[in-house]
């Protein structure tokens, strides 16, 4: 099973479930742990996931 949200045919909104959710949130909270992060979001180091 891929990590990626799969985009559903009929439009153009990723399916997200919530364990999709929970593995985005905690590699944002490793994000914000290694200094990733700023006063305005995330670095784009971050988002290199």
């Known amino acids: ?3 990626y949200p799969r985009v559903s045919q009929d439009s153009d909104r990723a399916d997200w479930t919530t364990a999709r959710s929970q593995f985005l949130v905690e590699q944002l909270i490793e994000q ?5 992060k700023n006063d305005s979001g995330f ?7």
Not at 32 to 36: D, K, P, Q
Not at 43 to 49: D, G, I, R, V
């Open 1 to 3: 099973m891929s990590m």
């Open 32 to 36: 914000l742990v290694y200094g990733n």
């Open 43 to 49: 670095t784009k180091e971050a988002w290199k996931l």
